[in-house]
C-alpha cells in the first residue's frame, strides 16, 4: 500500500533538547491528523490540522500545516522522557481514508 | 467513559487456518475502522463500518473481511491465514463516518506459524 515518508526515521535527543518530525506529501491534503505510539501502546490521537498554514499548539507541542496543504511538522520544546515514542502523521486526501506516515520514533537520553 | 476494547488481545494460528478479531468501540461511536501494523509495512488501514456498512476499505486482498453489528461492535475475519499476516491488528473508533479522529484500541497481536 501507499506509504507516507516521515523525516527523519529515528531521532535520539537528550532531555531537555528540542525535536521535530516532518510529514510530506505530493498530494494536497483534506486534513492532516498527528499520533503517538509509546512502546508497546497503541496510537493516540494528538491533533487534526484542517487549514492551510494552521498553527495549534498544546503544550510543549507545536503543529504546523504547510500553506500549501501538503505538509506537515510536529516540533516538541524541550522534551522530557515522558515524550518517548514513535509519532505519526495521517493523511487524508479527499478519499476519506487515512493514510499513515512511516513515523518518527523518539528516543530521550536522560 | 471505557475506551475501546480489542478481544483477544494475543492469538497464535497456523497456516491456512481462519481468525475472527472482536472490537467494541466507545459508546456513541459509530464508525470502526480496523488497521495492519507491521514493522515492515507500517500501520495500513483495512476497512470503514458505519451504520453496519463498509464504507471504505484499504488495498488488501479478499481474505480480510468485516461486518459491523447494530450496536456498532466490529469483527474482523481473515481466511486462509499466510505467514505474512502475522502483525498488530488494530481497532479504531470515530464520532463520525470518514477520516476523523480515531481512537484506537490496544490491538490483537496475530502470530502465524
Known amino acids: 500500500g501507499q506509504q507516507v515518508m516521515q523525516i527523519p526515521q529515528y531521532q535520539h535527543v537528550q532531555e531537555g533538547e528540542d525535536f521535530t518530525t516532518y510529514c510530506n506529501s505530493s498530494?494536497?491534503?483534506?486534513?492532516i491528523q498527528w499520533y503517538k505510539q509509546r512502546p508497546g501502546g497503541h496510537p493516540v490521537f494528538l491533533i487534526q490540522l484542517v487549514k492551510s498554514g494552521e498553527v495549534k499548539k498544546q503544550k510543549r507541542l507545536t503543529f504546523q500545516f504547510g500553506e500549501a496543504k501538503k505538509n506537515s511538522s510536529l516540533h516538541i520544546t524541550a522534551t522530557q522522557t515522558t515524550d518517548v515514542g514513535t509519532y505519526f502523521c495521517a493523511l487524508e486526501a479527499g478519499n476519506e481514508k487515512l493514510t499513515f506516515g512511516t513515523g518518527t520514533r523518539l528516543t530521550i537520553i536522560p | 467513559k471505557a475506551g475501546v476494547t480489542q478481544t483477544p488481545r494475543y492469538l497464535i494460528k497456523t497456516r491456512g487456518q481462519q481468525v475472527t478479531l472482536s472490537c467494541s468501540p466507545i459508546?456513541?461511536?459509530?464508525?470502526v475502522s480496523w488497521y495492519q501494523q507491521t514493522p515492515g509495512q507500517g500501520l495500513q488501514f483495512l476497512f470503514e463500518?458505519?451504520?453496519?456498512?463498509?464504507?471504505n476499505k484499504g488495498n488488501f486482498p479478499g481474505r480480510f473481511s468485516g461486518r459491523q453489528f447494530s450496536n456498532s461492535r466490529s469483527e474482523m475475519n481473515v481466511s486462509t491465514l499466510e505467514l505474512g499476516d502475522s502483525a498488530l491488528y488494530l481497532c479504531a473508533s470515530s464520532r463520525r463516518q470518514g477520516a476523523h479522529e480515531q481512537y484506537f484500541g490496544p490491538g490483537t497481536r496475530l502470530t502465524v506459524t
Open positions: 459508546s456513541g461511536h459509530r464508525s
Open positions: 498530494t494536497t491534503l483534506s486534513n
Open positions: 463500518y458505519f451504520s453496519e456498512t463498509q464504507r
